[in-house]
């Protein structure tokens, strides 16, 4: 599915989030930036914007791992001489060693993984004692009016525009429900814990529109 909407996947990511997804990703580059990272990993990295914005984090290693090779093409193409490696890797299974990275962040991304917690038991297990992991997702507002409106948008008007511009329907109807089914912010923290991680943070944007989390490898 994504493969198929590669070349219009960020048009259509600034298009629906009227370029807001640009401030999220900078507010997760911040905090990835005070932890004076070497190396970071960006999971699920799509067309690249996150693993290119984590070049103002300070790291001299930036990898950027994705399951769709036209997404890395993408990516590939977007970077430049940036200097960042991208790979192709299955989220739920990263080909990299134990405790290799220093921050490992994913942006828009877990909500799509099959096995979740084995997503996230995989990102544990790259990051070195004390590394930090940070999670950038969409998220329901916990205003019932602000929630009704979101839902509207995106149950009716993001599929719209979907079909659109990039003509595939099923993607534009799939990623809202993704977004729908995804666990309460409580329920995923609980989650980051029970992949083995501590000091779980969650911090809402947007006035809830996204949530960002952050956790220490124990």
Not at 82 to 98: R, T
Not at 194 to 214: D, H, M, P, Q, R
Request: aromatic fraction near 8%; include cysteine; hydrophobic fraction near 40%.
């Amino acid at each position: 599915m994504f493969d198929s909407i590669s070349g219009r996947y960020d048009l259509l990511n600034h298009v629906l989030s009227l370029g807001v997804d640009r401030w999220w990703r900078k507010s997760m580059v911040r905090r990835a930036r005070r932890c004076r990272p070497q190396s970071v990993l960006d999971v699920a990295t799509g067309t690249g914007d996150s693993a290119i914005a984590l070049k103002k984090s300070g790291a001299t290693r930036i990898v950027g791992a994705d399951i769709s090779a036209q997404m890395l093409k993408v990516a590939e193409a977007k970077s430049g001489a940036a200097g960042i490696e991208f790979v192709k890797a299955d989220g739920e299974q990263l080909p990299f060693e134990d405790g290799c990275f220093d921050v490992v962040t994913i942006a828009f991304g877990i909500r799509n993984f099959e096995r979740r917690l084995q997503g996230l038991q995989e990102m544990r297990r790259v990051l070195r004692q004390n590394g930090t992991l940070i999670v950038l997702e969409l998220s329901m507002p916990a205003n019932g009016v602000a929630r009704n409106l979101y839902k509207l948008y995106f149950l009716r008007v993001v599929p719209l525009l979907g079909r659109l511009i990039s003509r595939n329907s099923y993607a534009y109807r799939y990623l809202p429900r993704s977004v729908g089914e995804f666990p309460p912010r409580k329920a995923f923290a609980a989650e980051i814990r029970e992949a083995g991680f501590e000091n779980v943070k969650a911090a809402t944007l947007s006035g809830g529109l996204a949530t960002i989390y952050e956790a220490r490898r124990r």
